[in-house]
């Protein structure tokens, strides 16, 4: 048996904050909107590739985090501990280009997180953008003891596409290419994660 992923693509459309300003010519960026679409985008290339998936919140409400983790458990526990977590975000606080994280410590998540690292370098280095990695402990990955990555059993990892706040990069992410891009490098990161 083939593992499945669990699409996490947190955030409602009531959280506060977690949307970009609003730019000159009255575009703004939601995140519970760009996680959702780019989960929808994942999903629909996983059922082309007969690949497995749960999404974690299919409404679009803000589901908390203890409830997500304790939804992502069960679909682990279901699928007997043949599943990984992949939860989609777009990025804040001023900077620029993509990054991925797992918790604090050597986890399976690490070697998953560096397949999710090569094809975002694969797809979106030759167009000029950065990628934020932190080889300090020897891989590309970053580590932060966020919730979701805490509390869920099974290998988790969580990507941060590109910056809301920074215009370039939001612009990129509200596009069609961007976020054909982004479901593209995470559904070929899926397909070789799965046959690891
Ligand atoms: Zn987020």
Not at 2 to 8: A, G, Q, T
Not at 111 to 133: K, L, S, Y
Not at 182 to 188: C, D, L, Q, R, Y
């Amino acid at each position: 048996m083939k593992p499945i992923v669990i699409l996490d693509n947190g955030h409602g459309e009531e959280t506060a904050g977690k949307r970009s300003p609003v730019w000159s010519d009255g575009a703004q960026l939601f995140e519970w909107e760009f996680n959702r679409d780019i989960v929808r985008r994942i999903a629909a290339q996983l059922d082309d590739l007969g690949i497995g998936y749960e999404i974690l919140t299919p409404e679009t409400t803000d589901v908390t985090l203890g409830e997500r983790c304790r939804r992502a458990n069960e679909i682990y526990r279901n699928y007997n501990g043949m599943a990984f977590l992949v939860s989609v975000h777009a990025n804040a606080g001023g900077g620029t280009g993509w990054e991925v994280y797992t918790s604090p410590g050597e986890t399976k998540a690490d070697a998953i997180a560096t397949v999710f690292a090569e094809e975002a370098q694969r797809v979106f280095v030759p167009d000029g953008w950065r990628m934020r990695f932190d080889y300090s402990d020897g891989d590309p990955d970053k580590e932060a003891a966020f919730y979701i990555l805490m509390h869920t059993n099974c290998p988790a990892i969580l990507t941060e596409n590109f910056f809301m706040d920074t215009e370039k990069d939001c612009r990129f992410i509200m596009s069609e290419t961007g976020r054909q891009q982004i479901a593209e490098m995470h559904v070929a990161a899926i397909k070789r994660v799965i046959n690891l």
